[in-house]
T-cell receptor
Framework: DGGITQSPKYLFRKEGQNVTLSCEQN?????MYWYRQDPGQGLRLIYY???????QKGDIAEGYSVSREKKESFPLTVTSAQKNPTAFYLC????????????FGQGTRLTVV | AQSVTQPDIHITVSEGASLELRCNYS??????LFWYVQSPGQGLQLLLK??????LVQGIKGFEAEFKRSQSSFNLRKPSVHWSDAAEYFC????????????FGGGTRVLVKP
């Protein structure tokens, strides 16, 4: 079955460490997105990529970095510069055409202690 | 920039009763609008979407939504709620001119009483 795979589902890190969240899709979608979800705040866009080797900052990009070396993969690194990294992170992809919906992975819950 | 407001943070409804979730959006061009549902600790599943055409949109799980341009609203409805509908619901607006990214509302958590 086609879909989006995020791994791991739960991740624990010590404060000050960088951590990379994995996102892989086999839907042949051009566009991929990273969202952060905090209670009561909905989803906020961190980074998005419309095509391989290109990406743009979203609304809350500070303290995060991404790469898009392959169409299928869009890993997110949470750096030590991110002041409040504990959150639920969701990866999504879409065909990228007008009106197309985004498909979401199951999320990664990151806890920094 | 686009924005979405979901005025109700929590809604409690009895099983079998009707449900309506409110969504108001702000976007300078013709919007395309979505409703997603999320179970605890899970990703989001698309319920329905509106891009053009008929302003009453049918979705999965018996949900429907009506686009009202004059009110900048896209409210979600279900005639008879099932216990399995307890979840969090998100309205989103898509911005084609801005990388096709989605902007989400804050969500409405629905609790279903037996």
């Amino acid at each position: 079955d086609g879909g989006i795979t995020q791994s791991p589902k739960y991740l624990f890190r010590k404060e000050g460490q960088n951590v990379t969240l994995s996102c892989e899709q086999n839907l042949n979608h051009d566009a991929m997105y990273w969202y952060r979800q905090d209670p009561g705040q909905g989803l906020r866009l961190i980074y998005y990529s419309q095509i391989v080797n290109d990406f743009q900052k979203g609304d809350i990009a500070e303290g995060y970095s991404v790469s898009r070396e392959k169409k299928e993969s869009f890993p997110l690194t949470v750096t030590s510069a991110q002041k409040n990294p504990t959150a639920f992170y969701l990866c999504a992809s879409s065909k990228g055409g007008i009106g197309t919906e985004a498909f979401f992975g199951q999320g990664t819950r990151l806890t920094v202690v | 920039a686009q924005s979405v407001t979901q005025p109700d943070i929590h809604i409690t409804v009895s099983e079998g009763a009707s449900l309506e979730l409110r969504c108001n959006y702000s976007y300078g061009a013709t919007p395309y609008l979505f409703w997603y549902v999320q179970s605890p600790g899970q990703g989001l599943q698309l319920l329905l979407k509106y891009f053009s055409g008929d302003t009453l949109v049918q979705g999965i799980k018996g949900f429907e939504a009506e686009f009202k341009r004059s009110q900048s609203s896209f409210n979600l409805r279900k005639p008879s709620v099932h216990w399995s509908d307890a979840a969090e619901y998100f309205c989103a607006v898509g911005a084609w001119a801005a990388g096709n990214k989605l902007t989400f509302g804050g969500g409405t958590r629905v609790l279903v009483k037996p």
